[in-house]
């Protein structure tokens, strides 16, 4: 198998200086020091296959973006062991460079005032790509990305999906192997957001690079990702595929309906009535205890339906669940 | 700084050079900031020692003199661009985490950044800095020789600065806040440095532990070559310009090594 990521029992603790309350307790801190040491990444072991769209989710402070530094090499771990493309990433981290890719949302790496193609030569210089092997790169992530018409334009007079769109194509012009993703599309509108997602699907079918991507917003990980790694309190809980989660959790289903009777009510177990106003009834159906079939055929007995349609819950739904078993 | 560079690494931080040289140039508004600041200063000491000079009698120093003095050091010192602002926030925020895993070194990156915003400062400020105290005096007192000298010190002691004020900047792997250590930093220079009264009138033991630190060849013992000219002098300037520059890029290399060790242990 070609494994691109492999990690195994991978831990990571940091040392924590603590602190004492009051006035006294600063007084005191200058004295004396206490440490405690807090795991962050309790021995986690994942691999990841060349070409796949992994997303590694979690609640805030979960470990995700300790495990992404990690990967690229700029924290040691604790104990483990960790292989990128060949490479142990705080050893070589140096040569995994030429590699990899990393966007990270809040951060750029764009020249504020330059154009983006200014920063764009940049990096050519950065990742020692040859000159006609850059245009012609170039030329390609122009045409998928769509930024020629803010080719020269300063960085500062381009909008959020605009600059977004620019750090991809800075990421990917050296063509790394693996594009590690945290939080790209935070901030941004929901055409910029659709637009950055349909790029990553293309950027993965057209040139299979490897995606690695955390996000807490769930559509990213529904339109971009075939696996998903769930991480809470520095330990995987789920390692899945995507279909796979959704035939595990999804054990309810969103039933709209557009009755004839302007106000009807639907007493049976497992319905519960989200919204029931004029012609309108809303409800979410627990298929462990109540089939899809039983709640239609009980709606018919009391009136016509002029529609109907069977939504899945949100990804978003599945994930609080999922976070929420973790703590039960 | 680490390795000697090889050519393909050199290549790598002229082009950052370049980039920070245009990223300059298209910030006018700071440039002609910069500029009316250095003006409303020159035009300040320009007055200050006229007076002063009418009162006290000008023993040993003209004002004209004093002028072309005082030129020289803005000159320098608002040039020198306040790159430990945009390390502290790289360390900060932890962008410094993430720049890492690109094959460069961001020490030397952000050193050759802060060479082109020099560059930019010199050429702009020096042209305002020269043209108005040679309007204001009315003479150009430099043999062609000379100024070109005087030049080419001003830029090395840019650059030491640059050194310096990356020194401060690194110090927020440790410091809650690089603010008061960089207040620490320019007051000495502004004092010890000489920017408006040249050394030789300071009390001697003060002299004396001026000349004992870098800020002397930065400021007024380079200025002090506008008042009395001599290549032995200007010579050792430029000694004691590369002995610092040296010394403070040996700390700097210590200082980041020490500081990323911290951050492969705990993170950005």
């Known amino acids: 198998m070609n494994y691109v990521i492999q990690t195994e029992k991978l831990s990571k603790n940091f040392v924590i200086r603590q602190t004492f309350p009051g006035i006294w307790g600063a007084i005191k801190g200058l004295c004396f020091s206490k440490t405690e040491e807090i795991p962050a990444i309790q021995g986690i072991s994942f691999s990841v296959k060349a070409g796949e769209r992994v997303a590694f989710i979690g609640p805030n402070g979960a470990g995700k973006s300790t495990t992404i530094k990690m990967l690229t090499g700029i924290l040691h771990p604790t104990s483990g062991w960790i292989e990128v493309l060949g490479f142990v990433p705080w050893k070589d981290r140096h040569a995994l460079g030429y590699k990899i890719g990393t966007v990270f949302g809040q951060r750029t790496q764009l020249w504020h005032h330059l154009p983006p193609s200014d920063t764009f030569d940049l990096l050519a210089k950065i990742y020692e790509i040859e000159r006609p092997v850059y245009d012609k790169r170039l030329k390609e992530l122009l045409d998928v990305f769509e930024i020629g018409p803010f080719f020269h334009k300063p960085v500062r007079q381009l909008s959020l999906g605009e600059r977004m769109r620019c750090e991809l194509v800075a990421s990917l012009l050296h063509k790394p192997e693996i594009l590690f993703l945290d939080e790209p599309t935070i901030g941004l509108d929901i055409n910029a957001k659709l637009k950055i997602r349909g790029l990553l699907n293309r950027l993965s079918k057209e040139y299979g690079t490897t995606l690695f991507l955390t996000s807490h917003d769930t559509a990213d990980i529904e339109q971009v990702c075939e696996r998903v790694i769930v991480l809470d309190q520095g330990s995987i809980i789920l390692d899945s595929t995507l279909k796979e989660l959704k035939k595990t959790y999804l054990k309810k289903k969103i039933l709209t309906l557009a009755t004839d009777a302007q106000l009807f009510f639907l007493d049976l177990a497992g319905v519960k009535i989200l919204e029931n106003t004029d012609h309108h009834f809303v409800c979410e159906v627990d298929l462990e205890k109540v089939s899809i079939d039983r709640v239609i055929q009980e709606t018919l007995k009391k009136t016509s339906l002029k529609d109907l349609t069977i939504e899945d819950p949100s990804m978003e739904e599945i994930i609080r669940t999922l976070y929420g078993a973790a703590h039960v | ?268």
């Open chain 2, 1 to 268: 700084m680490g390795q000697p560079m090889s050519k393909q690494s050199l290549t790598k931080y002229l082009f950052i050079f370049n980039l920070a040289v245009m990223q300059s140039l298209k910030n006018s508004t700071a440039l002609l900031g910069l500029s009316l600041f250095l003006l409303t200063c020159l035009l300040i000491f320009a007055h200050l020692w006229k007076i002063a000079a009418a009162k006290m009698g000008a023993a040993h120093l003209h004002p004209d003199q004093l002028l072309w003095y005082i030129a020289l050091n803005e000159w320098v010192l608002i040039s020198i661009p306040e790159i430990h602002v945009a390390m502290e926030q790289d360390l900060r925020s932890g962008k410094l985490a993430y720049l890492l895993p690109r094959p460069i070194s961001y020490l030397k990156s952000m050193f050759f950044e802060g060479l082109g915003m020099l560059t930019v400062n010199l050429l702009v400020l020096g042209a305002v800095a020269f043209l108005f105290t040679w309007w204001r005096i009315g003479i150009f007192p430099f043999e062609s020789r000379v100024l070109i000298l005087l030049l080419a010190l001003g830029a090395l002691a840019g650059a030491v600065g640059v050194i310096f004020q990356m020194l401060v900047g690194i110090s927020a792997f440790w410091l809650q806040e690089v603010s008061p250590f960089n207040w620490i930093w320019e007051k000495l220079l502004f004092a010890l440095g000489g920017l408006i009264l040249p050394l030789a009138v300071y009390p001697l033991w003060i002299q004396k532990i001026a000349y004992c630190t870098p800020f002397p060849a930065i400021l007024g013992e380079r200025s002090a070559l506008a008042i009395d000219f001599s290549y032995t002098a200007a010579l050792h300037v430029a000694l004691s310009l590369l002995f610092w520059g040296l010394l403070a890029l040996g700390c700097l290399s210590l200082l980041y090594r020490k500081g990323l060790k911290i951050l492969h242990v705990e993170g950005g």
